[in-house]
């Protein structure tokens, strides 16, 4: 090698350890560290909350300026002021904690029964000949056709109320557990019987463990679907409830009110989903397939 050509490789070099870069022409790890600490300025649970206030932003503006009816669609402020107004009266109180009774009653029991039906049409071959294609068959009925049915068998008592939410809740969970158990790999089964496994302890220690992620996927569907029959059900010859209130709201033109009543479905649905969620991390730990 030449005298010229050392004097070239050392210039370039230099010029490498000048500009921070190695000899891949990638930035150094800490300037790319650095460049994502610039970029992620927000916290992660603010970036979904951006597209919402921006719209209720904008919605505001638009009420401000005259460019939207506000009796057709309130401003958010106005719709602020009427939830508050149900709040210091007491009446949001009495409406969510009838609402959240028939919820979560609908919800047990549609839920423990198609779990419990779950375990007993995967487990058995008769019983999944037998029993699974009619309920497969009763799942494609729209629920809203058998309202009237309910209500001249039950009449529009809180019964009917809470047989309907939980119908809705059963599929769900149904489905899901159905296919979990089914899902189990044959493997296990033989490594169970290998070790002598009695029927309890196949249930604890393989079946309900390797159904659990679909399970859980069936219940977060469920409390989904026990929150949209609600406002179904509860229009539907209610006293009370957030169902009832929008109804209520409606035939008195009292359009703001019928929007609190959709923001708190909303709300108390998104916070259901969430704790569903959060008991799916919990439980699913173990699970090395499971994203979160």
């Not at 994502?36 to 503006?61: F, I, S």
């Not at 309910?150 to 296919?179: C, D, M, N, Q, R």
């Amino acid at each position: 090698m030449s005298a010229n050509d050392i004097a070239w490789e050392g210039a370039a070099d230099a010029g490498k350890a000048a500009t921070g870069k190695p000899e891949t022409g990638k930035p150094s790890p800490g300037i790319a560290a650095a460049g994502k600490q610039g970029r992620a300025r927000l916290p992660k649970w603010l970036y979904g909350w951006v597209l919402p206030l921006a719209v209720l932003a904008l919605w505001e503006a638009a009420s401000a300026l005259g460019l939207v009816s506000d009796s057709a669609l309130p401003a958010p402020s106005r719709i602020a002021r009427a939830f508050w107004q149900l709040c210091a009266s007491g009446d949001m109180a009495e409406h969510l904690k009838m609402s959240a009774l028939r919820a979560g009653g609908g919800f047990l029991l549609g839920g423990a029964t198609g779990l419990l039906l779950g375990v007993f049409t995967g487990l058995g071959r008769w019983a999944e000949r037998t029993l699974d294609p009619s309920i497969q068959m009763l799942r494609t009925v729209p629920l809203l056709a058998v309202i009237p049915l309910f209500i001249l068998w039950f009449g529009v008592g809180e019964f009917s109320k809470v047989l309907l939410i939980a119908l809705g809740s059963f599929f769900p969970v149904y489905f899901h557990t159905h296919l979990g158990v089914n899902s189990a790999d044959k493997k296990l089964y033989e490594v169970t019987r290998i070790l002598q496994y009695s029927k309890l302890k196949l249930m604890t220690k393989l079946i309900l463990p390797a159904a659990l992620p679909n399970i859980l996927l069936g219940v977060r569907l469920s409390v989904g679907a026990s929150w949209l029959l609600l406002a179904v059900a509860e229009m539907m010859g209610a006293s009370a409830g957030v169902g009832y209130m929008i109804q209520d709201a409606r035939v008195y033109a009292q359009t703001d009110i019928v929007f609190v009543g959709i923001l708190l479905f909303a709300l108390v649905g998104k916070l259901s989903d969430s704790a569903v969620r959060l008991a799916e991390r919990r439980c699913l730990r173990w699970s090395n397939t499971y994203k979160g």
